[in-house]
Every structure is written in structure tokens, then in C-alpha cells.
Antibody, heavy 120, light 109 residues
């Protein structure tokens, strides 16, 4: 069965960095576009970043552009999010999610999420 | 602020029908997808495209669209349907990035 397992969250000071990972299993990872989506405590969902199956196409939300970097390793069935210059407003649960199609933005599988807390 | 607008809260009596709506300019061109999220859990896709349900989603969930409004309808709401519901589509700025609505808290009375 399809599984997405995030890791790497934790407490970090403002201005710090963190790298999130998402381990995929149960499907051919290299066939699918993937996204990171976050949810601040008590708030709604916010799309963060997207990467095509080959990694050749990448998009970011304006709120993270220039600070976050998405990448993938298809040989390791893994998705990553490098987060730099973190701010308090980046505090959220970060989910990795699979896109049902080629960039149709229908997210059919989600991980359980990893919590990132940015605080001094 | 979200480019997709949802009512913050909706309630329905057990067994009755409820419609949750999502408004936005991009919905004139793109279908929405809908996600159910229960407390402490990851979102679950319940409707995508014109009116498609992933495997395992009960057929009481259906989707429709008209003009700039997408709707999620639950026919015969059950207690387990109480959750937050989010719509998702593309933004209307032309860069086609995904955007979520603010979410609707559904209470089953």
C-alpha cells in the first residue's frame, strides 16, 4: 500500500535551518509529481512547493521562495525540503503529498506530517 | 487571504443532505478537489475532477461545479462525516499554482 512518511521536524530558532524528508513506498515514486503542504496550528492548509516526477519542474509559494528548496532522489524514493532562514510564521505541520496526475494538483495520498516549530 | 472562499462553518442534522461550497475565479476554468480532515489526522482526498471519488470514499460524497462555484455534497450525513473540509484548485493569477480554500468546519447534529 502507498505510504509516505515524513521526518526531520523539530524546534529551531528563527533564522535557522531544517531539512525535511519524506520516504515513499508502495508505488513507483519516479512516476509521480510530489508536493509539500503545511498547516499552521489551528489554521488551514497552505501549499508550499511542488516538484515534477523528474525534478525538472519546481514551483514555490511566494511565502517561501528564496528560502526553501525542494528536491527528490528517485533512486531512494525520497522527497526533501530544505528550509533556511526560518521564521516564526513557518511554524506548522508539514505534509508531503502525492499528486494523482501530472501536475493536476489532486493530492491523493498524504503522509502523517512532521511538526516544525520556529521559536527562540 | 485565500483565493478560494469557503464558509467557515456549516451544520447538518444526522441523515440529512448538506452542501459545502467553494468560490473562486479559477473554478471557471479548473475543477476543484475536496479534502476531509479530522482532528489530529492528515487530510484525505474525497472528490477530484468533475465528480470522482477515490477508492474507499462512500458514494454519499459527490461534487459539482457551476460558474465560479464548486460544491461538495454529502447525501445522508453520518456522524463520522464531522470534520473540516478544504477545497483546492489553481490560483487565478496565471501562474497556475495550487491554492486551498480556508476550510469549512462541518458539524453533524
Amino acid at each position: 500500500q502507498v505510504q509516505l512518511v515524513e521526518s526531520g521536524g523539530g524546534l529551531v530558532k528563527p533564522g535557522g535551518s531544517l531539512r525535511l524528508s519524506c520516504a515513499a513506498s508502495g508505488f513507483t515514486f519516479s512516476d509521480y509529481y510530489m508536493s509539500w503542504i503545511r498547516q499552521a496550528p489551528g489554521k488551514g492548509l497552505e501549499w508550499v512547493s511542488y516538484i515534477s516526477s523528474s525534478g525538472s519542474t519546481i514551483y514555490y509559494a511566494d511565502s517561501v521562495k528564496g528560502r526553501f528548496t525542494i528536491s527528490r532522489d528517485n533512486a531512494k524514493n525520497s522527497l526533501y525540503l530544505q528550509m533556511n532562514s526560518l521564521r516564526a510564521e513557518d511554524t506548522a505541520v508539514y505534509y508531503c503529498a502525492r499528486d494523482l496526475g501530472q501536475g493536476v494538483y489532486y493530492f491523493d495520498y498524504w503522509g502523517q506530517g512532521t511538526l516544525v516549530t520556529v521559536s527562540s | 487571504s485565500s483565493e478560494l472562499t469557503q464558509d467557515p462553518a456549516v451544520s447538518v442534522a444526522l441523515g440529512q443532505t448538506v452542501r459545502i461550497t467553494c468560490q473562486g475565479d479559477s473554478l471557471r476554468s479548473y475543477y476543484a478537489s475536496w479534502y476531509q480532515q479530522k482532528p489530529g489526522q492528515a487530510p484525505v482526498l474525497v472528490i477530484y475532477g468533475k465528480n470522482n471519488r477515490p477508492s474507499g470514499i462512500p458514494d454519499r460524497f459527490s461534487g459539482s461545479s457551476s460558474g465560479n462555484t464548486a460544491s461538495l455534497t454529502i447525501t445522508g450525513a453520518q456522524a463520522e462525516d464531522e470534520a473540516d473540509y478544504y477545497c483546492n484548485s489553481r490560483d487565478s493569477s496565471g501562474n497556475h499554482r495550487p491554492v486551498f480554500g480556508g476550510g469549512t468546519k462541518l458539524t453533524v447534529l
